[in-house]
């Protein structure tokens, strides 16, 4: 008796996690006379929902830079490549075209996801100013738009992008949730002298293993200790001493 109740308890357990676990695959099987297409913000932890970029980070020479959106289908893929239309909502100051342009906005073919391309363009304008983009998804002839809930840990709904561009020092969108815990409190200061100190420009993004991560930290605790020997403690734009923990 103790036995077939276990196996009863046993299975029940498998199939109500069989459920959960197919819960997300479950709105990927949409009725595919009705295909939709959102942000994918499933990883919305590391695959941030919005990015303050700036070109301060970059050589001179430096004029593009590209950040990749990645969208995923509600449906089934089919065997030709598919586009997606993404518009720049009112209210949004930078401008498609100068600021910034969208390339591969499309679903390939045999394929249930992909990666927006967003083209940032370096102008005269931003080394005093910043502008604000927000990007939506909206119908077209190959998809409408899907599910506008917000995913865990994102702050936009799904449908929803948004960024920043400037050639002013500004704070990544991702500092505190993210580079922080390795090289504690923002300042402009200290940001420069790490992206010279370890050649890294890349602010925006997170995601590095952990092998990588504890290289770039050792390498900043070496160079900060170098730099007070010869010239005392490093002092930031707000009177702060730099440190790093």
């Known amino acids: 008796?103790?036995?077939?109740?276990?196996?009863?308890?046993?299975?029940?357990?498998?199939?109500l996690f069989s459920i959960?676990?197919?819960?997300?695959?479950?709105?990927?099987m949409f009725d595919d006379s009705d295909p939709k297409v959102s942000f994918d913000k499933r990883y919305a932890g590391t695959l941030v929902d919005s990015?303050?970029?700036?070109?301060a980070f970059q050589s001179k020479d430096i004029i593009t830079d590209t950040v990749q959106l990645p969208v995923r289908i509600i449906g089934l893929p089919r065997n030709t490549?598919?586009?997606?239309?993404?518009?720049?909502?009112?209210?949004?100051?930078a401008k498609e075209g100068y600021h910034y342009k969208l390339e591969n906005a499309v679903i390939p073919a045999n394929a249930s996801d992909g990666t927006v391309d967003v083209i940032f363009f370096r102008r005269?304008?931003?080394?005093?100013?910043?502008?604000?983009?927000?990007?939506k998804i909206i119908a077209n002839a190959d998809f409408k738009p899907g599910y506008d809930d917000n995913a865990v840990s994102a702050v936009l709904d799904r449908l929803t992008w948004r960024f920043t561009l400037t050639d002013k020092?500004?704070?990544?969108?991702?500092?505190?949730?993210?580079?922080?815990?390795?090289?504690?409190?923002?300042?402009?200061?200290?940001?420069?002298?790490?992206?010279?100190?370890?050649n890294y420009t890349n602010w925006n993004q997170g995601g590095l293993f952990p092998q990588d991560s504890n290289q770039m930290l050792a390498q900043a605790r070496l160079g900060i200790y170098e730099y007070e020997k010869t010239h005392g403690p490093m002092i930031d734009e707000n009177g702060n001493r730099v440190i790093i923990p």
Not at 20 to 28: A, V
Not at 51 to 55: E, G, L, P, Q
Not at 81 to 93: F, K, Q
Not at 124 to 135: F, I, W
């Open 1 to 15: 008796m103790m036995k077939r109740l276990l196996s009863f308890i046993g299975a029940s357990t498998a199939l």
């Open 169 to 198: 020092l500004e704070k990544p969108s991702i500092w505190d949730s993210y580079w922080k815990n390795l090289f504690g409190d923002y300042s402009n200061t200290k940001i420069l002298f790490l992206t010279e100190l370890l």
């Open 124 to 135: 005269a304008g931003l080394k005093d100013s910043v502008v604000t983009g927000e990007l």
């Open 51 to 55: 990015v303050n970029y700036s070109f």
């Open 20 to 28: 959960l676990g197919c819960k997300e695959d479950d709105k990927l």
């Open 81 to 93: 490549d598919r586009n997606i239309a993404i518009t720049l909502t009112a209210g949004s100051t």
